[in-house]
């Protein structure tokens, strides 16, 4: 069984689209989270949900709005892409916010 | 701001040739060191947490070890499959909690 699992894995777009990608864990973890990875493979957090609340909003454009309809779920969702947002988004779960995270396999968005 | 330093940004062994990973850091108070591996193509996988200096842990032929100031993770005769690339990263004290990546060393493992 697959801990933290996100789709699509993969994910090209034109630019001005809005897309979505979807995660879920299966560890019973209370809190959840976006990183995004971007061409220089540096991993930086943009969003971080405890049981459906949000903990930390980064310095991320309004265009991205994460929504957790449940401890189990948080969503990524992209209004208006624009090239500069391709990257690998990945979405993480750890049993409060302090302790390990976990990641999924990532999702691979290139916008054209 | 909380800064996670990684040397080198390479490196690249002989199968057996044993060397070690540094990462330095900088955080207003430590409340835990994280080690994960990163294959091309996956998500980082947890390796190793660290909460005080002096604190060593294993895994394999892995060795993370902490001091205030920096971790190292030694690689004990590496294998090819030992090839990834590390990531290691800090959780604050305070605060948000807000854990910060530091940007990999990738190591390949020649056979």
């Known amino acids: 069984d697959t801990a933290v699992s996100q789709t699509p894995k993969y994910l090209v777009t034109q630019m001005g689209n809005d897309k979505s990608i979807k995660c879920e864990q299966n560890?019973?973890?209370?809190?959840m989270y976006w990183y995004k990875q971007d061409s220089k493979k540096f991993l930086k957090i943009m969003f971080s949900?405890?049981?459906?609340?949000?903990?930390i909003n980064e310095t991320v454009p309004n265009r991205f709005s994460p929504k957790s309809p449940d401890k189990a779920h948080l969503n990524l969702h992209i209004n208006s892409l624009e090239l500069g947002d391709s990257a690998v988004y990945f979405c993480?779960?750890?049993?409060?916010?302090?302790?390990?995270?976990?990641f999924g396999e990532g999702s691979w968005l290139t916008v054209v | 701001e909380d800064q996670v330093t990684q040397s080198p940004e390479a490196l690249r062994l002989q199968e057996g040739e044993s060397s070690s990973l540094n990462c330095s850091y900088t955080?207003?108070?430590?409340?835990?060191l994280f080690w994960y591996r990163q294959d091309p193509g996956k998500g980082p996988e947890f390796l190793f947490t660290?909460?005080?200096a002096g604190e060593e842990k294993e895994k394999e032929r892995l060795k993370a070890t902490l001091t205030k100031k920096e971790s190292f993770l030694h690689i004990t005769a590496p294998k090819p499959e030992d090839s990834a690339t590390y990531l290691c990263?800090?959780?604050?004290?305070?605060?948000?909690?807000?854990?910060?990546f530091g940007i990999g060393t990738k190591l390949q493992v020649i056979p």
């Open positions: 993480a779960s750890s049993q409060s916010q302090g302790n390990t995270i976990y």
């Open positions: 560890l019973g973890h209370d809190t």
């Open positions: 660290l909460y005080s």
């Open positions: 949900y405890n049981n459906k609340e949000l903990i």
């Open positions: 955080v207003s108070g430590l409340r835990g």
């Open positions: 990263a800090v959780l604050p004290s305070g605060g948000y909690q807000k854990v910060t």
